[in-house]
């Protein structure tokens, strides 16, 4: 067989999108991606291996410096690669691997697009050991590949009803243009002081809403034309994710969440997706009101939580949809320099999070 191919840097980005997509990538390998990641503190750099002028295999990589003289090669639900080609594979690595080192990283982290039960370790040999991730490990997907009635019927009762209660309460969902982006943000200002959680700025969405262009849809739920909730959703290779949400805290009773979901799951079926991500659920299941009555588990809900501490009342109602819960394949560490790696694991005990 023949394994001759050569290494690029930086392809075309709509070759390169097409690779990604045509593999079934996330959008986070989306050239876009890494455009917008690099207006904002990252470096991004596509490393493939091409066969004949065709792309065979390859990741994006985003560098962040983090301080002076340590800097993170980071690689987002990559590679695209066939992990049952061994040869490609270790060619492949050896260029990422040799790409990180020129950049001056102390470490290469991979959170690969597969499933818990892929093991990484097994096509990759090197010093590579179990590290924390940045993207959510466990979400729910929802199968789109049914019809809508389908999807409708698998729903618990209580979310078609919602759905339908939106309706007759007089909430609309439209899709917003550039215009609208400041109220998406004031909606996500809200969400954040009521929720605890850190938000991107202003600058960072409407780029985002820019460089993904046709690629993303932002739904927001109004009432009277007032904006009562809104959702950011990507479509890429297949897949749809519900990326970024938000709601203010008037008329939520008119249940607009629920629509803007149900609104976001027909466009990404129109747009031949095969899945619906709801992007991110405690890795742990919470436990039901019956269960915690008949156990003498007292342990805190936190305890069931990831590092990002979402909380149960996601689970409950992301899984309200009908989707399936899936755990992805733990994330990896190469590391390259080992007072470096020890500084930033220090640096994660002080403060989780910032990186995303």
Same mark, same amino acid.
């Given at each position: 067989?023949n394994h001759s191919f050569s290494i ?36 991004? =750099? ?14 994006? !990589? ?46 290469? *982290? =991979? ?22 991730? !940045?993207?959510?490990?466990?979400? $729910? ?9 389908? $999807?409708?019927?698998?729903?618990? #009762? ?31 200002? !809200? ?7 850190? !938000? ?40 749809a994710i519900y990326l970024y949400g ?9 249940? #607009? ?7 976001? $799951?027909?466009?990404? *079926? ?15 299941? #919470? ?70």
């Amino acid at each position: 067989m023949n394994h001759s191919f050569s290494i690029q840097c930086d392809p075309d980005p709509r070759v390169w999108d097409d690779f990604v997509a045509a593999r079934g990538g996330q959008v986070l390998q989306s050239a876009a991606w890494g455009q917008l990641k690099t207006r904002f503190g990252w470096s991004a =750099v596509r490393v493939a291996l091409a066969r004949d002028a065709t792309l065979i295999a390859g990741a994006q !990589i985003l560098f962040r410096r983090l301080a002076p003289g340590l800097t993170l090669a980071y690689m987002p639900r990559g590679p695209i690669v066939d992990v049952n080609d061994h040869n490609i594979v270790a060619a492949l690595f050896d260029a990422l691997v040799a790409k990180a080192r020129a950049r001056g990283a102390f470490a290469l *982290k =991979v959170e690969p697009n597969a499933h818990a039960d892929f093991s990484f370790v097994q096509r990759v040999i090197g010093n590579w050991r179990v590290a924390t991730g !940045i993207q959510p490990r466990t979400t $729910i997907h929802l199968d789109l590949t049914r019809d809508l009635d389908a $999807i409708l019927a698998q729903m618990k #009762p209580k979310w078609r009803y919602n759905i339908r209660l939106a309706e007759r309460k007089g909430v609309t969902v439209r899709v917003a243009a550039a215009d609208d982006l400041a109220a998406f943000y004031q909606l996500m200002q !809200i969400t954040g002081a009521r929720d605890h959680f850190a !938000i991107h700025s202003l600058a960072y969405y409407r780029a985002a809403f820019e460089l993904l262009g046709d690629h993303a849809r932002i739904f927001i739920a109004e009432y009277e034309r007032e904006p009562l909730a809104a959702i950011f959703v990507t479509v890429f290779g297949g897949e749809a994710i519900y990326l970024y949400g938000a709601s203010g805290n008037a008329h939520r009773e008119r249940m #607009p969440n629920h629509a803007l979901h149900w609104a976001a $799951i027909q466009w990404a *079926k129109a747009r031949e997706c095969a899945r619906y991500d709801f992007w991110g659920v405690p890795e742990e299941r #919470p436990k039901t009101e019956d269960e915690r009555q008949t156990t003498t588990d007292s342990l805190p809900s936190a305890v069931l939580r990831p590092s990002s501490a979402l909380p149960d009342g996601l689970y409950q109602f992301k899984q309200g949809f009908g989707g399936v819960v899936v755990r992805y394949a733990d994330t990896y560490d190469l590391v390259f320099s080992r007072w470096r790696y020890a500084l930033y694991l220090r640096a994660l005990k002080i403060r989780r999070g910032g990186m995303t």
